[in-house]
Antibody, heavy 121, light 107 residues
Framework: QVQLHQWGAGLLKPSETLSLSCALS????????WSWIRQPPGRGLEWLGE???????KYKPSLLSRITMSIDTASNVFSLRLNSVTAADTAVYFC???????????????WGQGSLVTVSS | DIEMTQSPSSLSASVGDRVTITCRAS??????LNWYQQKPGKAPKLLIY???TLQSGVPSRFSGGGSGTDFTLTITSVQPEDFATYFC?????????FGQGTKLEIK
């Protein structure tokens, strides 16, 4: 069955770059969108952006200057980079598969296990 | 961005109770509304998509309804494993947005 396994550095200093990766197993990148979603401790969920199999991306506008998502179909991995992090970026980050009937994710049906990223000096 | 507002923020119920959570969108999202369940330390789990379609493997005591701006998630007979936080999410427009969550607690 489809599984997403994510990894990356968990403790960053302000101004450093957050880098997370998510490996897909048991499925294909085709016809889906691949998202990153975060959840600050004790708070709600925030969608950050998504990448398609072809490398096309959609980002949350407020993050445009800092965010990059990429996909490596040969390795079955997609990734998130967020530059110039601050304490406000402290959160659990999830990767997720977006099932799509068109050019948008209709819903997120598979999720990674989550990665806690803490930004602290 | 489309704002999603859930009510109540928390809810106490006993096993066997019927509970309903509501979600309101700041503009019409037709039926592009999804519901997730999240337990502490875990990723969200998809329960319902397209406002009313039950995800495979989700018990039939969960149901969803609504269209336009007003939606509901109903659990007809709450079971011990249902105590969790529930989020709605709109997929009508990027930026996809979530409600703030409703925590279902044991009475």
């Amino acid at each position: 069955q489809v599984q997403l396994h994510q990894w990356g550095a968990g403790l960053l200093k302000p101004s450093e770059t957050l880098s997370l990766s998510c490996a897909l197993s048991g499925g294909s990148f085709r016809t889906y969108y691949w998202s990153w979603i975060r959840q600050p401790p004790g708070r709600g969920l925030e969608w950050l952006g998504e990448v398609s199999q072809g490398g096309g991306t959609k980002y949350k506008p407020s993050l445009l200057s800092r965010i990059t998502m990429s996909i490596d179909t040969a390795s079955n991995v997609f990734s998130l980079r967020l530059n110039s992090v601050t304490a406000a970026d402290t959160a659990v980050y999830f990767c997720a598969r977006g099932a799509a009937s068109g050019t948008y994710s209709d819903y997120f049906d598979y999720w990674g296990q989550g990665s806690l990223v803490t930004v602290s000096s | 961005d489309i704002e999603m507002t859930q009510s109540p923020s928390s809810l106490s119920a006993s096993v066997g109770d019927r509970v309903t959570i509501t979600c309101r969108a700041s503009q019409s999202i037709t039926t592009y509304l999804n519901w997730y369940q999240q337990k502490p330390g875990k990723a969200p789990k998809l329960l319902i998509y397209g406002a009313s379609t039950l995800q495979s493997g989700v018990p039939s005591r969960f149901s969803g309804g609504g269209s336009g701006t007003d939606f509901t998630l109903t659990i007809t007979s709450v079971q011990p494993e249902d105590f969790a936080t529930y989020f709605c999410q709109q997929s009508h427009r990027t930026v996809y947005t979530f409600g703030q969550g409703t925590k279902l607690e044991i009475k």
